[in-house]
């Protein structure tokens, strides 16, 4: 079965920062499209980031400059480190994998920036 595991977060002050996790179970980590996105209540989700297996990245405008994406392919993991958070940031941060024939998601982790 194909699993992905977020972890890493919870509550954070405005201007602070944390690291976001996600496992992946995947026979062949390496040719997945890494990604991850987010949804506040009331709203549709939204992408946050994506890195490829190259480790080439993109942001959503939103958080360049404070977030970054990266992935360890041994481990099969792909982190998102958050700087300099703000309270919009507040959201559920989900995990998403993507290949040529197969899309896959996480349960999310809540973040929450407040003070």
């Known amino acids: 079965q194909v699993q992905l595991v977020e972890s890493g977060g919870g509550l954070v002050q405005p201007g602070g920062s944390l690291r976001l996790s996600c496992a992946a179970s995947l026979r062949l980590f390496s040719i997945y499209t890494m990604g991850w996105y987010r949804q506040a209540p009331g709203k549709q989700r939204e992408l946050v980031a994506t890195i490829v297996s190259d480790a080439m990245s993109n942001y959503q405008d939103a958080v360049k400059g404070r977030f970054t994406i990266s992935r360890d392919n041994a481990r099969k993991t792909v982190y998102l480190r958050m700087n300099s958070v703000k309270p919009e940031d507040t959201a559920v941060y989900y995990c998403?994998?993507?290949?040529?024939?197969?899309?896959?998601w996480g349960q999310g982790t809540q973040v929450t920036v407040s003070s």
């Open positions: 998403n994998a993507v290949s040529s024939s197969a899309e896959y």
